[in-house]
T-cell receptor
Framework: EAGVTQSPTHLIKTRGQQATLRCSPI?????VYWYQQALGLGLQFLLW???????NRGNFPPRFSGRQFPNYSSELNVNALELEDSALYLC?????????????FGPGTRLLVL | GDSVTQMEGPVTLSEEAFLTINCTYT??????LFWYVQYPGEGLQLLLK?????DKGSNKGFEATYRKETTSFHLEKGSVQVSDSAVYFC????????????FGGGTRVLVKP
C-alpha cells in the first residue's frame, strides 16, 4: 500500500511570492492534515480537511490556505511568503471509521524562502 | 488547551543501553496517545499508539503504556541500536474524528556504537 506522498520535495521561493504544496493521501483515507515544522518552533497544526471541507485551522494567518479535491488529495497555498515561512511542511492522512484517530505522515516538502 | 511535555534532549546512549523518554500530557477530553519518530531528513513515522487507559502500545522493541492517573505515556526500549538514533515525538489527539495532533517538543536520541 502506497503511503502519503508529497510534492515537491524541495521548494525555493523569494519573499512575497506564492508557494503551492501538494499532498496525496493513502488510498481510502478521506482526511488530510497539514503541519509546519519550523526550526525551533516544533510541529504546529495548520489545517484539517475532510470530505472536501476545511474542518479545523491552527493559529496561522489567512495567507495560509488550502483545499481538498474530490479524490481527497490536497493543496496548501502560502501567499505573500515571508522569511519565517521557511520550514518543513508535513501532510498526514487518516482513514474513515476504525482507526480514524491515527494520522500517517508523508515525507514533507522543505520550503526555503529567500 | 491540550499540551504535551517531553524531556529535552539530546539523549546520548551506548548501543544496547536502556532508553526511557518521559512524556506527560494535559487534555481537554479523553486523548489518544502516540509516539512518532523522525529520522534525519525524513517525515514522521508512527512508532506506536494507545487509545485508552492502561493500553500498551508496542513496535520494534519500543513500548509505552497509557497511564491516565499520572497523565503519562513514557517511551521505553530495552536495548537500543545505532539505527534508533532519531528524534522522537510524543503526541495526542482528542475527538472522535481525530482532529489535530498536539506534539511535544521532540527528544533527540543519539546512540553510539
Amino acid at each position: 500500500e502506497a503511503g502519503v506522498t508529497q510534492s515537491p520535495t524541495h521548494l525555493i521561493k523569494t519573499r512575497g511570492q506564492q508557494a503551492t504544496l501538494r499532498c496525496s493521501p493513502i488510498s481510502g483515507h478521506t482526511s488530510v492534515y497539514w503541519y509546519q515544522q519550523a526550526l525551533g518552533l516544533g510541529l504546529q497544526f495548520l489545517l484539517w480537511y475532510d470530505e472536501g471541507e476545511e474542518r479545523n485551522r491552527g493559529n496561522f494567518p489567512p495567507r495560509f490556505s488550502g483545499r481538498q479535491f474530490p479524490n481527497y488529495s490536497s493543496e496548501l497555498n502560502v501567499n505573500a511568503l515571508e522569511l519565517e515561512d521557511s520550514a518543513l511542511y508535513l501532510c498526514a492522512s487518516s482513514p474513515l471509521g476504525q482507526g480514524r484517530e491515527t494520522q500517517y505522515f508523508g515525507p514533507g516538502t522543505r520550503l526555503l524562502v529567500l | 488547551g491540550d499540551s504535551v511535555t517531553q524531556m529535552e534532549g539530546p539523549v546520548t546512549l551506548s548501543e544496547e543501553a536502556f532508553l526511557t523518554i518521559n512524556c506527560t500530557y494535559t487534555a481537554t477530553g479523553y486523548p489518544s496517545l502516540f509516539w512518532y519518530v523522525q529520522y534525519p531528513g525524513e517525515g514522521l513515522q508512527l512508532l506506536l499508539k494507545a487509545t485508552k487507559a492502561d493500553d500498551k502500545g508496542s513496535n520494534k522493541g519500543f513500548e509505552a503504556t497509557y497511564r491516565k492517573e499520572t497523565t503519562s505515556f513514557h517511551l521505553e526500549k530495552g536495548s537500543v541500536q545505532v539505527s534508533d538514533s532519531a528524534v522522537y515525538f510524543c503526541a495526542l489527539t482528542v475527538g472522535a474524528a481525530g482532529n489535530k495532533l498536539t506534539f511535544g517538543g521532540g527528544t533527540r536520541v543519539l546512540v553510539k556504537p
